[in-house]
């Protein structure tokens, strides 16, 4: 299990979604498929799934949260080929944000919204794809525009074996963009790679819960290291869910509960289902009374 896992945040379509990613990737598989019910929105069908070996988590858990280009994906595509093949299939349905062809740092690129709404950018590499193929790249707008270095600083300096990597700074008589600030970033959490950048254009989106970050912790402690150190928005906290100080949400999760909820007795199910939701930071000893029946 990955330390930080993406999960997306559906309307109804996560089943969907999922077929169409795992066809899209090489590489790629459902490796879990449950429905939790009785929740605030209902029974909901969670899916996990593997894209070119990386974790992501999937729900159908109502129209509450939308995609928006804040979080997107960079993929690092070997061949013009793979390109093509992946914006046919991704775009299909969906709306460009970036043409695809040629641009100043990659021979063939393009950015696209899939037919859900989740927004992918598929890059040309000069070279062979070593280790991690899909990066979350983070955009900060509105009124986190100017703090994407200071967010990859505070992120690295909580989780660890993190780095800060090359970063790309925008210039003079680039306005709206404030000479100095990030062009575009790359670092890591936890051995992953992540990605920020900047924009100062007119947008009218930020980060939503619809793309959140699973800290899977092993022990309690874990659990409330990472909980004190994210959380700055006390309205936002529910069910291991928390916003950080620049709007992006968090889910702090014990492998147990995951463990738990995956377990065929549904009793079981039920009573930590109904034990979680109650909870803001999630407590692993109440969590497990819960599934033991005590």
């Known amino acids: ?32 498929s449950g429905t939790l019910h009785n929740t605030p929105s209902g029974s909901v069908d969670t899916v996990t799934i593997e894209l070119s070996g990386q974790e ?3 729900i159908s858990a109502g129209p509450a949260f939308k995609f928006t280009p804040a979080v997107s994906f960079l993929v690092a595509c070997e061949t013009r080929g793979e390109v093509d093949a992946l914006w046919k299939e991704l775009s299909r349905g969906g709306s460009s944000l970036m043409e695809l062809g040629e641009y ?6 393009g950015w696209t919204q899939d037919r859900f709404g989740l927004s ?46 090359g970063i790309s700074r925008y210039g003079k008589g680039e306005e709206p963009d404030k000479e100095g600030t990030v062009r575009h970033a790359a670092f890591t959490l936890e051995g992953q790679g992540f990605a920020a950048m900047d924009s100062a254009l007119t947008h009218d989106f930020t980060f939503t819960e619809a793309v959140s970050f699973m800290v899977n912790c092993d022990t309690q ?17 529910v069910c291991g ?23 065929k007795d549904e009793a079981k199910v ?18 497990k009374k819960a599934y033991e029946g005590r």
Do not use: C
């Open 104 to 109: 100043p740092f990659s021979k063939w690129y």
């Open 120 to 165: 992918w950018q598929l890059m040309l590499t000069d070279g062979p794809v070593v280790g991690q193929k899909i990066t979350p790249t983070l955009m900060f707008v509105g009124k986190v525009v100017g703090k994407a270095e200071e967010a990859i600083h505070t992120y690295v300096s909580i989780f660890h074996n993190s780095a800060v990597g």
């Open 241 to 263: 869910w928390l916003k950080d100080r620049y709007g992006l949400s968090w889910q702090i999760v014990p492998t147990a509960l995951t463990l738990m909820l995956r377990d």
């Open 221 to 237: 402690k874990e659990v409330d290291y990472y909980w004190s150190r994210l959380s700055a928005v006390p309205e936002a906290e």
């Open 56 to 58: 992501f988590v999937l």
């Open 1 to 32: 299990m990955q330390k930080i896992t993406t999960h997306l945040w559906f309307d109804k379509e996560a089943k969907q979604a999922a077929r169409v990613y795992t066809s899209a990737f090489k590489n790629s598989k459902i490796t879990y």
């Open 270 to 287: 039920a009573r930590v289902t109904e034990a979680f939701l109650r909870m803001k930071k999630l407590d692993i000893a109440a969590l």
